[in-house]
């Protein structure tokens, strides 16, 4: 040919110009393609969006016109020619992982069409292009084109494409190799753990950047939870540049409690992790009314109740938050001096604060005294929350200094008269104590904030008391040079009880991550809930502080009426401070009220016709019954869909295949479904053949034999039977078989009364585990019978298909094309000489390949009857000595090399397949 090109479909229409230049050509790829006479290559092609049912063309091939669907398009080529692509180049030429590859070419198109797509194609993967000069529009003298991409180490090929809208120009492939290197370890950041939206309750995202200098993906990336690895996933997989990180995240459901996380990582080479951080998932005490099971129709209202409350509440940002604290012991990193009467401990939670230290005297000499010591600070900030309740006498003393002889800031709270003083030495060496008077006031049992922000290089301080300055360059106590310890202590009389002073979130502006008033950041507004039915909200959201009370009212019938009988889930959602979110379900089971219906026995209980009536007890409050059926015995119906749904209590089912069946009946209403009633059985045998007015099936038999050396063959159909065995023509032929003579070959006839014309229509296979070598096939559609003694095209058909699937060596000879033809060539000669090419066939297949077949039915057969057996219960001795025997004379034919009588044998073999 002049010219030979694959395209993507079926060609479905060509036109050529008159000038004999131009080739115009519509494909089912919905494409349409355009070519000169005087090479292979398209001048171009354009996607229409549907198959290409018809084309034309101009007589000088300057336009061509495409119908596809419902579209014409019309394309003018008059001067037209193809975009050109040039200058293609890589820069660098060679580099590795971590080089940033710069793909450019030079587009050019004599039209000034701009490009409709420009790709760099590598390994097989298409890439947009950009332009390196958005305002450059001249595409007559060339527009250059570029792509930046980094590459994991391998070999690659790359290639550009390009398409002006109509007309598309390729260029040949290149050859680039990308090395490995590893130099630099890998680096772990802003690794942190967030709790997901209400939706996702109790999950927890833990997420770290993966940083590597290197560009190398991590060989694993880990997250450690009290001790359990879990491997993280890239969030976007896309992402493959990891010199300026890649994301990792692991989403996991997490109770309450304590955990200590880390990420680790390897590049193969390097391995880093971070440091242990602790994920406190603050505690609640709920309580919550018992599960409840209610009746469809009982309209009466149920409350059930939730007691909500928070254990660690308002909780802040500070060095130092007492969380991870055993409750009743010291405060962890603090020195603690605890005289007689007296005690220093973490609390639970003291006025909606959580894990807050309290220092409680009840002593006249004796005190509690914690102290906190750090690096010298020559500068700095101290804040913290305190709190304290009025007792005889009873102070809170608090002091940053160098040691307990050289104090800076030194303040002194009076509970009772709920004033704030600080002390000083004057010029003669006194000790004066001066009053703080804040501007919002001073007063007990209430939380309050401190913030202390001394400079020693002036001996001067300055103070905050709830966001607002109320002191400004007070004198230290003492001159010292720096700060290295905070001090807190009590003093009491001893009597009345005793007094306590609370302390909670301390932070000092050297600890690592601190922002003035860290520990003030919390906003209690953020903790909501609401009620869920069935993952259905109910109530709106509503805000709680530290403890809330909810009561929710339900029915059986209510619940009953919206998702029918059965387990509805009644939730609280709601979240704590942290925005971690949790939820607790109510269980209500609804009976349904129904009673279930009393399937009477079937009868007849040996079914003839297949015609099943069904009749059942009526069932108060029922509107409809569900009809269930199966060929085993029904205890369940999950997941089974009912056969029918009847307002009646009788039913009429038809089966159209011998077994025993299995029914149940299900009453229903509103309200939802009663259990299952009794099962019932029923046996079917049908009488007479039930075929159905638009298919039925049948059996091609393919019958070898030789007579005189000449092999020959003929097609036996044996439609297959559903009803009565034929063991009358079973028996006749096995005597023949065994006691007569071989017969050349034996054509098993079908009784007029139960024939059935083979017509010429469309046929189907079936599947291959449904006939011995998938020799079964359907012929649909019935209409008109055949008048002639000749072959359709639909047994021509069959008869090459089964020949061809049955045996091996003839399937390796024809292609679908091949076999395609050999059928049309077929179909224009005379039965005689179609059987007498059959004839030639069959005359080559191997007779190790007669044999398989062979085997192969009696395998089905010996398996056919065990089904049966378990089926019905019965072993049938007579069948199982004859395929046993039968097996024998199989053994016994082929040591023999006797062909006729295999050809025999499979005759009777399939005869019997069909009596099943």
């Known amino acids: 040919p002049i010219l030979r090109y694959l395209t993507g479909g079926n060609v479905r229409s060509v036109a050529i110009s008159a000038n004999g230049s131009y080739i115009v050509v519509g494909s089912s790829d919905d494409r349409v393609y355009l070519f000169h006479r005087t090479s292979s290559t398209p001048i171009g092609y354009y996607s229409t969006g549907d198959d290409v049912n018809s084309v034309a063309i101009s007589a000088d091939g300057s336009t061509f016109v495409a119908a596809s669907g419902s579209t014409v398009s019309a394309f003018n080529l008059m001067n037209a020619s193809a975009p050109e692509l040039t200058f293609g180049s890589v820069v660098p030429e060679s580099g590795d992982q971590n080089t940033q590859f710069n793909f450019s070419i030079l587009y050019t198109d004599k039209e000034n069409d701009p490009p409709k797509y420009l ?92 940083v590597d200098q290197d560009n190398n993906p991590p060989d694993h990336m880990n997250l450690l939870i009290n001790g359990t690895l879990y491997t993280m996933e890239k969030q976007d997989p896309t992402d493959n540049y990891y010199t300026d990180g890649c994301l990792y995240q692991y989403l996991t459901f997490l109770p309450q409690g304590i955990y200590a996380y880390s990420f680790e990582c390897n590049d193969s080479r390097y391995s880093n992790s971070t440091i242990e951080k602790i994920l406190s998932i603050p505690k609640f005490i709920l309580t919550q009314s018992s599960n409840l099971e209610l009746e469809a129709d009982d309209a009466n209202n149920y409350t059930l109740t939730w007691n909500l409350i928070q254990l660690e509440t308002f909780h802040y940002y500070a060095e130092y938050t007492f969380i991870d604290d055993v409750d009743w012991g010291n405060p962890g990193r603090w020195t603690v001096t605890e005289g007689s009467n007296t005690h220093i401990d973490v609390i639970p939670e003291k006025e909606s604060r959580s894990k807050v230290v309290e220092l409680w005297d009840n002593s006249t000499a004796g005190y509690s005294l914690m102290r906190n010591d750090f690096s010298p600070q020559s500068f700095g900030s101290v804040e913290f929350w305190v709190y304290g309740k009025a007792g005889t006498a009873s102070m809170a003393l608090i002091m940053l200094a160098s040691s307990i002889n050289y104090r800076g800031p030194y303040l002194r709270i009076n509970w009772n008269d709920q004033s704030l003083w600080y002390y000083y030495y004057n010029k003669r060496g006194d000790v004066r104590l001066c009053n703080i008077t804040p501007s919002s006031g001073f007063t007990e049992q209430t939380w309050h904030h401190i913030r202390i922000q001394f400079n020693c290089t002036i001996d001067k301080f300055d103070i905050w008391i709830d966001g607002e300055q109320e002191g400004s360059e007070l004198p230290f106590a003492n001159q010292i040079s720096s700060m290295e310890s905070f001090w807190i202590w009590t003093s009491s009389s001893g009597t009345q009880g005793g007094s306590s002073t609370y302390i909670d979130d301390i932070d000092y502006s050297w600890s690592p991550g601190y922002y003035l008033n860290r520990n003030m950041d919390y906003n209690p507004s953020i903790t909501y809930y609401a009620i869920f039915e069935n993952g259905i909200r109910e109530t709106p959201w509503r805000n709680y502080l530290i403890r809330v009370y909810i009561d929710y009212n339900v029915s059986g019938m209510r619940l009953g009426a919206g998702v029918g009988a059965g387990i509805n889930n ?10 971690q979110w949790f939820y607790e379900n109510i269980t209500v089971i609804v009976n349904s009220h129904l009673n279930h219906p009393v399937l009477e026995s079937i009868s007849p209980n040996l079914n003839i016709d297949g015609n099943i009536t069904l009749n059942w007890s009526e069932v108060d409050g029922a509107t409809s019954y569900n009809i269930y059926r199966s060929r085993f015995p029904i205890t369940c119906i999950d997941e089974m869909i009912p056969i029918a749904t009847v307002s009646t209590k009788h039913y009429q089912d038809t089966v159209t295949t011998n077994g025993i069946y299995y029914y149940v009946i299900v009453a229903g209403n509103s309200t939802g479904n009663s259990s299952l009633s009794n099962c019932k059985s029923v046996e079917v045998r049908l009488t007479s053949p039930t075929i159905s007015t638009n298919n039925f099936t049948i059996w091609l038999i393919l019958v070898v034999g030789s007579v005189g050396g000449v092999t020959v063959s003929s097609i036996v159909g044996i439609r297959k039977r559903q009803t009565h065995k034929r063991k009358e023509e079973i028996a006749s032929l096995l005597s023949r078989v065994l006691n007569e003579p071989i017969m050349p070959f034996f054509a098993a006839s079908i009784p007029p009364s139960e024939s059935e014309a083979i017509y010429n229509t469309q046929i189907e296979l079936f599947e291959e585990d449904e006939a011995p070598n998938g020799m079964q096939v359907e012929i649909a559609d019935q209409e008109q019978p055949m008048e002639s003694h000749e072959l359709s095209v639909g047994t021509i058909f069959l008869i090459l298909a089964s020949l061809i699937k049955a045996f091996p060596s003839l399937n390796q000879q024809f292609t679908e094309a091949e076999e395609l033809n050999l059928l049309m060539k077929l179909q224009r000669l005379p039965s005689e000489e179609i059987f007498a090419y059959f004839n030639d066939l069959i005359s080559k297949v191997p007779e190790n390949e007669i044999k398989s077949l062979l085997h192969n039915l009696i395998d089905l057969l010996q398996l056919y009857l065990f089904i049966r057996e378990v089926k019905t219960g019965e072993e049938n001795a007579e069948w199982t000595q004859a395929l046993q025997k039968l097996a024998e004379i199989v053994e016994l034919a082929e040591s023999l090399g006797n062909r006729e009588l295999l050809n025999e044998l499979m005759q009777l073999l399939i005869l019997i397949k069909c009596s099943f």
């Not at 390196?132 to 792509?147: A, E, H, I, L, V």
């Not at 009644?570 to 925005?579: A, G, K, P, Q």
């Open 119 to 210: 790709y760099i194609l590598i390994n097989g993967t298409s890439y947009p292009m950009e332009k390196k000069d958005p305002s450059d529009s001249n595409y007559t003298d060339g527009c250059m084109y570029q792509y930046f991409i980094y590459l994991r180490p391998g070999n690659y090929r790359y290639s550009f494409d390009c398409s002006d809208g109509i007309l598309i120009n390729q260029t040949k492939n290149f050859d680039l190799l990308v090395n490995h290197t590893n130099y630099y370890a890998p680096s772990l950041i802003f690794g942190s753990v967030t709790s997901p939206d209400w939706e996702q309750c109790y999950e927890f995202n833990f997420s770290v950047y993966y």
């Open 570 to 579: 009644i939730s609280l959602v709601f979240n704590n401070y942290l925005n």
